[in-house]
Nanobody, 115 residues
Framework: QVQVVESGGGLVQSGGSLRLSCTASGIIGRMYSLGWYRQAPRKQRDMVATITSNGMANYADPVKGRFTISTDNAKNTMSLQMNNLKPDDTAIYYC?????????WGQGTQVTVSS
């Protein structure tokens, strides 16, 4: 069974950095796509960054050049390094695992960027 758990959110000043981590278990030996999504109050959930089992990464335009997604397969861990954070980055960030045609979501972690 796939289980997804994320952590690393917090409060940071504009221009600061945070690193989010996600552990996705139950995907060993399978093709997968992992990603980070975020949802601000009264907004839809949007893709932030995704990465495939082959290592191909994609980023939403607002975070290109500031965020970096990576995986550590030995630890079943995915990370999102967020630099030069802006108030518009404030949202709940969710880890997603797409495996075997199904989507699995973490519980979300709050990121708040003050001006």
């Amino acid at each position: 069974q796939v289980q997804v758990v994320e952590s690393g959110g917090g409060l940071v000043q504009s221009g600061g950095s945070l690193r989010l981590s996600c552990t996705a278990s139950g995907i060993i030996g399978r093709m997968y796509s992992l990603g980070w999504y975020r949802q601000a109050p009264r907004k839809q959930r949007d893709m932030v960054a995704t990465i495939t089992s082959n290592g191909m990464a994609n980023y939403a335009d607002p975070v290109k050049g500031r965020f970096t997604i990576s995986t550590d397969n030995a630890k079943n861990t995915m990370s999102l390094q967020m630099n030069n954070l802006k108030p518009d980055d404030t949202a709940i960030y969710y880890c997603n695992a797409h495996v075997f045609g199904l989507n699995y979501w973490g519980q979300g972690t709050q990121v708040t960027v003050s001006s």
